[in-house]
């Protein structure tokens, strides 16, 4: 079963809009991590947010802010007035406790194109 | 600048050839990472070394063969490669293996790879 959805796969917005991706997560722990990564045209994942399952605190960065909901399993990450430059493929992905020394798993989903239209 | 470097940015190599991508991180990460990934998909986990013991293999063919000299180097040997194993290749690291608290994952700027 896939643990981490994204829905949308492309999403095109014009410059200055405000833009939400929908991150929905499945998992049994009670302690977890969520991650968002970007990853522009160049190829390079760039970490964004890190927030662990005891911390329902939304959080702002700039202009964007993610959204964390344990009620509905989802980390929503929105971002403020786009500009071009935001335009890449967004992963959320979720680590989970592990419980052997085999290193951490991430999980990731299939990620959501953003498109930002001059 | 990523902290991740990896080496090298893109690759074309025949079936029969032997090759090598490296990576190196210089942050003290005691767990390093292959992953792969195609296009318009996620980056899908190939090995993972933990404290440069090989820790975790995801059925990876035995035409890629990992290998971690040290904790800051991680290289993946290729041999024999098939057309379908053209894809970035992406290095990652993070703060140890601590399983309580995964850190997050520190990627390089990936290698291109094509194979003809």
């Known amino acids: ?118 | 600048d990523t902290e991740v470097t990896q080496t090298p940015k893109h690759l074309v190599m025949g079936m029969t050839n032997k090759k090598s991508l490296k990576c190196e991180q210089h942050m003290g990460h005691r767990a390093m990472y292959w992953y792969k990934q195609k296009a318009k998909k996620p980056p899908e986990l190939m090995f993972v070394y933990s404290y440069e013991k090989l820790s975790i293999n995801e059925s990876v063919p035995s035409r890629f063969s990992p290998e971690c000299p040290n904790s800051s180097l991680l290289n993946l040997h290729l041999h024999a490669l098939q057309p379908e194993d053209s894809a970035l290749y992406l290095c990652a690291s993070s703060q140890g293996v601590n399983l309580q608290n995964p850190r997050a994952l520190h990627f390089g700027n990936g290698t291109r790879l094509t194979v003809t």
């Open chain 1, 1 to 118: 079963a896939q643990k981490v959805t994204q829905a949308q796969t492309e999403i095109s917005v014009v410059e200055k809009e405000d833009v939400t991706l929908d991150c929905v997560y499945e998992t049994r722990d009670t302690t977890y991590y969520l991650f968002w990564y970007k990853q522009p045209p160049s190829g390079e994942l760039v970490f964004l947010i890190r927030r662990n399952s005891f911390d329902e605190q939304n959080e702002i960065s700039g202009r964007y802010s993610w959204n964390f909901q344990k009620s509905t399993s989802s980390f929503n990450f929105t971002i403020t007035a786009s500009q071009v430059v935001d335009s890449a493929v967004y992963f959320c992905a979720l680590s989970e406790q592990q419980r052997t020394n085999t290193g951490n798993q991430f999980y990731f989903g299939t990620g959501t194109s953003l498109t930002v239209i001059p």
